[in-house]
């Protein structure tokens, strides 16, 4: 599987960006996928993640109430969108395959960067 993250960019405080992943490379359709972010100096963390077939979402407490993770498996992508951003935002966000039957994400995209402005 091919992942191609994008979408990001530099915003203000109280903006919002759309990140989107196209999969390419296999059966996109069977698989969960999440958003993970890394910011300087943290650990990576996952973000929000949907099912394969949509009718289920995951999201981090940081994140909860401000974003929107959805999927178009016809177009094979997965989008998040994000609201009221904040600096405490900033980070590189990665999608990624969740290996079924497993808790692992093992197939991952090049990462896009969002930089959120006070």
């Known amino acids: 599987v091919q992942l191609q993250a994008s979408g990001g960019g530099l915003v203000q405080a109280g903006g919002s960006l759309r990140l989107t992943c196209a999969a390419s490379g296999h059966t996109f359709s069977r698989f969960d996928m999440g958003w993970f972010r890394q910011a300087p100096g943290k650990e990576r963390e996952l973000v929000a993640s949907?099912?394969?077939?949509?009718?289920?979402?995951y999201y981090a407490d940081s994140i909860k109430g401000r974003a929107t993770i959805s999927r178009d498996n016809a177009k094979n992508t997965v989008d998040l969108q994000m609201n009221s951003l904040t600096p405490e935002d900033t980070a590189v966000y990665y999608c990624?395959?969740?290996?079924?039957?497993?808790?692992?994400?093992?197939?991952w995209g090049q990462g896009t960067q969002v930089t959120v402005s006070s």
């Open positions: 949907i099912s394969w077939y949509g009718d289920s979402a």
């Open positions: 990624a395959v969740r290996t079924p039957g497993t808790p692992r994400y093992d197939y």
